[in-house]
Nanobody, 128 residues
Framework: QVQVVESGGGLVQAGGSLTLSCTASGLTFDDYIMGWFRQAPGKEREGVSCISWSGRNTYYADSVKGRFTISRDNRKNTVYLQMNSLKPEDTAMYYC?????????????????????WGQGTQVTVSS
């Protein structure tokens, strides 16, 4: 049974940093593209960042470029999202997800439908 578990969310002041972690089990981790999505109340889910199995390809939403960094450790079945210079508009539930392939190019927002396995989410709240 596949499990995807996020951790690392919390409350932080604007300008602060957080690192989210996501560990997946029950699958061959380095077969999968890993992604981070977020959803704020009343808004649609947004693809924040993705990383290929090798780490060679990454995607970042324009809203987080230069502030967020995605990485993965295939030995630990874990993907990370380092978030710096956080803004109140980054407040959302952050979800980790796994996909075997993307139907989108690496320079374009990922399609949620490509991701088969999802975690329960971890809340990030940025106060002003």
């Amino acid at each position: 049974q596949v499990q995807v578990v996020e951790s690392g969310g919390g409350l932080v002041q604007a300008g602060g940093s957080l690192t989210l972690s996501c560990t997946a089990s029950g699958l061959t981790f380095d077969d999968y593209i890993m992604g981070w999505f977020r959803q704020a109340p009343g808004k649609e889910r947004e693809g924040v960042s993705c990383i290929s199995w090798s780490g060679r390809n990454t995607y970042y939403a324009d809203s987080v470029k230069g502030r967020f960094t995605i990485s993965r450790d295939n030995r630990k079945n874990t993907v990370y999202l380092q978030m710096n210079s956080l803004k109140p508009e980054d407040t959302a539930m952050y979800y980790c997800a796994a996909a075997l392939a993307l139907t989108t190019d690496w320079g374009t927002p990922p399609a949620s439908a490509d991701f088969h396995y999802w975690g329960q989410g971890t809340q990030v709240t940025v106060s002003s």
